[in-house]
């Protein structure tokens, strides 16, 4: 098998939370907010990873710790064999361009006074990929490109002029003129208009091809994973605890967690052997990870075991890890 374009390797990111005044003077210890806590995974070229879980999990930590957008606390980003991790903000240019972000919210990630095409030309002018002129025709092309027509129109338009689903296209847009290797595309779709997801997707998916893309592509919603994503990996409360081909992981689910967030989705698979259940609770806090699995307290399966020790990644079938004492099978 090639390298893989992304390696993750046992990344961490702790939020320190704040001390009050008092707890300081105390001289209380400093606590954590554990939000990715320890994960490891690949993406291959052209491949599409969906990063799955519930709100709060650290899906969003972890697409911005691995583009060194917020700074890690622990572990290795190897990009295309490069370890990218201890790398200065000036040696990490060559590889921005490389690597972009497509964000949830279309409306606050473009500027209001910034016309769509200065917009995407933006990122052409700052990498000095282009001049001005050479800018303005590339910039016409991709929004052509998105399906921004007439192209001379959209140009000239400001944010304001435009829905949610075309504000999307323009960020894809400026993402994808700088032709990049890799993606994370954060709840890319989530805050557009149902009507008009399956055409964003699209419009990914024909960048995928033609660029042959690796993405990190981070959802809540696992029916939008099953329709994108090469393998999924569902994370909670900052790890991962199952990862596999798409199909795989849906059609035989080892993780009691991954079950339930099938089963939330009733017409997504049909399966065999139904054992139906509901997990209860809330997520916990992320400053008060539970020792032991940290799904323990939810888990109905969880005994002794899952409350002391936490159960390590294991490859159960060919490519398919899961992390628990009791997998499904
Ligand atoms: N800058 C920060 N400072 C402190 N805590 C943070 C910070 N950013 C995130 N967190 C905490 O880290 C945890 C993970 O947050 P994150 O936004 O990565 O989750 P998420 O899976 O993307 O959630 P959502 O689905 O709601 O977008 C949460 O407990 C969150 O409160
Ligand atoms: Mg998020």
């Keep these: 098998m090639s390298e893989p374009l992304l390696r993750v390797e046992d990344l961490k990111k702790y939020f320190p939370v704040k001390r009050s005044l008092l707890e300081a003077f105390r001289k209380k210890e400093e606590r954590y907010v554990r939000a990715v ?16 879980g519930e709100s709060g999990c650290g899906k969003t930590t972890a697409g911005r710790t691995i583009l060194r957008l917020i700074e890690p606390t622990s572990g290795r980003i190897i990009f295309d064999g490069t370890d990218i991790t201890p790398l200065s903000q000036e040696k990490l240019r060559p590889f921005r361009r490389r690597m972009q972000i497509i964000f949830q919210d279309p409306y606050s990630s473009l500027s209001p006074r910034m016309k769509i095409g200065d917009a995407i030309a933006h990122p052409l002018l700052v990498h000095g990929l282009a001049e001005k002129e050479e800018a303005k025709e ?7 490109r998105v399906g921004l027509t007439p192209e001379e129109e ?45 055409s964003i997707l699209e419009l990914l998916e024909s960048f995928r091809k033609e660029y042959n893309l690796s993405q990190l592509f981070i959802t809540h919603d696992i ?38 967030l099938i089963q939330a989705v009733p017409s997504i698979v049909r399966r065999k052997k139904e054992r139906k259940f509901r997990i209860t609770g809330e997520v916990p806090n992320a400053a008060e990870i539970p020792p032991g699995c940290r799904f323990n307290p939810r888990c109905p399966f969880a005994d002794e075991l899952c409350r002391e020790r936490e159960p390590e990644l294991v490859e159960i079938s060919h490519n398919h890890f899961v992390a628990c004492h009791h997998p499904i099978g």
């Design 37 to 52: 806590d320890g994960i490891s995974f690949e993406i291959g070229r052209g491949e599409t990873l969906a990063l799955i």
């Design 138 to 144: 590339i910039v016409l092309k991709m929004l052509r």
């Design 154 to 198: 959209f140009y000239d338009r400001y944010p304001h002029h435009l829905s949610g689903g075309q504000r999307q296209r323009v960020v894809i847009a400026r993402a994808m003129v700088l032709k990049p290797e890799f993606v994370v595309a954060d709840e890319a779709v989530s805050m557009i208009d149902v009507s008009m997801r399956a």
């Design 223 to 260: 029916a939008v994973g099953k329709l994108i994503a090469d393998r999924i990996a569902v994370m909670y409360l900052g790890k991962i605890v199952e990862i596999g081909p798409t199909e795989e992981v849906l059609r035989n689910p080892a993780h009691p967690y991954t079950l339930a």
